[in-house]
């Protein structure tokens, strides 16, 4: 076990494919900002679901945040942390939601990026809710996906307005 910040990153993210997909790809090993970190290591893997039709995304996503919860359930209990902050499939998720049926470009996915990141750091109501209050893998995962619906609103009302 490493330790970034008194708390240990398990040796098994490299060894192991399910910790490794739970840990965003290795992403949420960085010594600062894991949760960053794993929203841009997002970005390649939102390019290729961004290919399909809303629909297709739609039930992707689903699937999706449905594995994610089961996955982080499970590593969290061989790893015997709830939640550990390395843990970013979550940030995925929730960039995967913020950025569903966006405008094609950069700046819509730069958009996408800081608002999540801004709700996901600031869990406003009900975000701090679901973050404090719903456990396992259901409660690691809801919390990002809700801050992905508030990014999604404000991006897609910054692109109708405009």
């Known amino acids: 076990m490493r330790n970034y910040k008194q708390l240990a990153i398990p040796d098994t993210v490299w060894t192991k494919p399910s910790h490794f997909v739970a840990f965003g790809f290795g992403s949420g090993t960085m010594p600062f900002a894991p ?14 679901l961004s290919l399909l039709p809303n629909f297709y995304y739609f039930i992707v996503l689903l699937f999706i945040i449905a594995g994610s919860m089961w996955l982080c359930d499970k590593v969290s209990q061989e790893i015997k942390i709830h939640d550990h902050p390395g843990m970013c499939i979550d940030e995925f998720i929730g960039l995967f939601v913020a950025l569903y049926g966006a405008p094609r470009g950069l700046w819509p996915i730069i958009l996408g990026v800081l608002l999540f990141r801004l709700f996901d750091i600031w869990k406003p109501w009900p975000i701090n809710v679901l973050d404090k209050k719903v456990k396992g893998g259901f409660g690691m995962i809801i919390d990002d996906v809700v801050a992905g619906i508030f990014s999604l609103i404000i991006l897609h009302l910054v692109y109708w307005l405009v």
């Open 35 to 48: 949760g960053t970190f794993g929203t841009l290591m997002a970005i390649p893997f939102y390019l290729v």
